[in-house]
């Protein structure tokens, strides 16, 4: 027995490492499972653009209930996934707000809301009547808590009585309340554009993007809806606000002058709604002009 003891002794610390280790090994283990099952199942935390509408070529989707992947996923890191009902209510209750141009809302729901995106909401009733959410799915966003949100959405113009069907996607994230909210500034910030870009080429992505692309043609074909075509297509590409580089023109309404074509870039000024302007360039949505002798920006929709 004393033998036992002074055995037990001189390897008892042998035994408490050990213990440690295999201690170490299970939380490591469940601590896995546990990001594993995270990810799998996003809750909270999404990140939205302001609103951008897609298309592109992919793949045949299902909307199913839970976080069910979607199309075949096999080989992709970042999975597409039927999102969340918290995240679903969210898309739903942004485009709603849009629909019914309810700014109180809209600002609870979108973080750094520009001036030019609520001008912009503020003239949509003037073009689309409803937009109808179908489905949402997710990818996880650069970081933790972060989502690319892709939105299903039947776009019901004035005057028109069939639905076009379009694919767009928000940014959203967790504020630090843990409340989703959608990032309106996600546009001007280059990292998280990039990162969404780069999702593009994923073939789920490309997948649901060529299924409502072919929906959407397949109404676009039918000749009872050859003036929906064209009208539709002639909001997408920005008919009716194309000015020539030199040409003046003046604003729409109240703007604000920036001196870089972003909505988070130093405001220089705001111009009175009716004031006239001298286009000399343009960047993407933006007009660009001359203001004392500085180059500034305004958004291109509120020139005429």
């Not at 003046?250 to 604000?256: E, K």
């Not at 988070?264 to 009716?274: E, F, H, K, P, R």
Request: with cysteine.
């Amino acid at each position: 027995m004393d033998d036992f003891r002074e055995w037990l002794s001189d390897n008892l610390r042998y035994f408490m490492l050990g213990g440690i280790i295999l201690i170490v090994v299970l939380i490591l283990i469940f601590s896995i499972r546990g990001c594993r099952n995270r990810r799998q199942n996003p809750t909270t935390g999404e990140e939205v653009s302001m609103i951008s509408t897609q298309t592109g070529t992919g793949i045949n989707t299902q909307a199913s209930s839970g976080t069910q992947s979607t199309g075949n996923t096999v080989g992709i890191a970042n999975p597409l996934v039927q999102a969340s009902t918290a995240v679903t209510d969210l898309v739903t209750r942004f485009y709603k707000a849009i629909d019914d141009a309810d700014f109180t809302t809209l600002r609870s729901l979108v973080s750094d809301l520009s001036a030019e995106e609520e001008q912009r909401i503020s003239s949509n009733p003037e073009s689309v009547q409803s937009r109808t959410v179908k489905n949402v799915y997710t990818k996880n966003g650069p970081s933790a808590g972060t989502y690319v949100t892709y939105a299903e959405v039947d776009v019901k113009y004035q005057n028109y009585n069939a639905v076009v069907p379009m694919l767009s996607y928000v940014y959203i994230y967790t504020d630090a309340s843990g409340s989703l909210k959608i990032d309106g500034a996600a546009s001007s910030k280059s990292d998280i554009q990039s990162f969404i870009n780069s999702l593009k080429t994923d073939e789920d992505i490309r997948g649901l993007a060529t299924t409502i692309e072919a929906a959407r043609n397949a109404i676009f074909e039918d000749p009872a809806n050859a003036d929906l075509k064209s009208f539709a297509q002639g909001l997408s590409s920005g008919s009716g606000n194309t000015v020539a580089v030199g040409e003046q023109k003046r604003v729409t309404d109240d703007v604000n002058v920036r001196a870089q074509p972003s909505s988070n870039a130093q405001i220089l000024t705001v111009l009175d709604s009716g004031s006239a302007i001298t286009k000399t360039g343009e960047s993407g949505e933006w007009t660009q002009i001359d203001y004392n002798g500085q180059v500034g920006y305004v958004y291109s929709q509120y020139v005429q």
